[in-house]
T-cell receptor
Framework: KAGVTQTPRYLIKTRGQQVTLSCSPI?????VSWYQQTPGQGLQFLFE???????NKGNFPGRFSGRQFSNSRSEMNVSTLELGDSALYLC?????????????FGPGTRLTVT | AQKVTQAQTEISVVEKEDVTLDCVYE???????LFWYKQPPSGELVFLIR??????QNEISGRYSWNFQKSTSSFNFTITASQVVDSAVYFC??????????????FGPGTSLSVIP
């Protein structure tokens, strides 16, 4: 079974730009969650999607948004990038809910904002 | 509110030593789930174990064992006879579940384990 894939793996953007990250979950998994990982803040929950609906949202500004498609693939968008958005963005999939089931993580997208 | 504490920021052990990683959690729910994940230097988090709040049985999987104690709100992880491949950051995580809502998973700050050959 193929694992969670994320594209791109690395990205360099400048302040003010926007970026879209993509995540393909494990086949059959319907829940996709996104996390931001930084040395200072650790792993912080961004949002979770299930059946194309946002189920939960973390404490991030509105510049961070996401969506999920009918095939469970998900995208995350960050608009008006700031230096502090530099981080590893991790996507995770689980069977139906990250609350009840273990999550399988992708390799992450390393975003650098200059 | 949910909270997960991993008081040990970094631990170094010599190969073949046993090591215990501590995890203390806070929750007001009676139904919740606890998880451990491993993040090796390659960066990809790997699921290790899931435990629900109604199952206090300890679990052993090879060299790994977990001790769940609701009385002290702890879910500790022990690696027996550690190996260099165990070097990684280990995260404890908590999610609360009610009948009508789902809640997000909260991760602890992680414990960085270095196993020295």
């Amino acid at each position: 079974k193929a694992g969670v894939t994320q594209t791109p793996r690395y990205l360099i953007k400048t302040r003010g730009q926007q970026v879209t990250l993509s995540c393909s979950p494990i086949s059959g998994h319907r829940s996709v969650s996104w996390y931001q990982q930084t040395p200072g803040q650790g792993l912080q929950f961004l949002f979770e999607y299930f059946s194309e609906t946002q189920r939960n949202k973390g404490n991030f500004p509105g510049r961070f948004s996401g969506r999920q498609f009918s095939n469970s693939r998900s995208e995350m968008n960050v608009s008006t990038l700031e230096l502090g958005d530099s981080a590893l963005y991790l996507c995770a999939s689980s069977l139906t809910s990250s609350t009840f089931y273990e999550q399988y993580f992708g390799p992450g997208t390393r975003l650098t904002v200059t | 509110a949910q909270k997960v504490t991993q008081a040990q920021t970094e631990i170094s052990v010599v190969e073949k030593e046993d090591v215990t990683l501590d995890c203390v959690y806070e929750t007001r729910d009676t139904t919740y789930y606890l998880f451990w994940y491993k993040q090796p230097p390659s960066g990809e988090l790997v699921f290790l174990i899931r435990r629900n709040s109604f199952d206090e049985q300890n679990e052993i999987s090879g060299r790994y064992s977990w001790n769940f104690q609701k009385s002290t709100s702890s879910f500790n992880f022990t690696i027996t006879a550690s190996q260099v491949v165990d070097s990684a950051v280990y995260f404890c995580a908590l999610s609360e579940a009610t009948k009508t809502s789902y809640d997000k998973v909260i991760f602890g700050p992680g414990t960085s384990l270095s196993v020295i050959p």
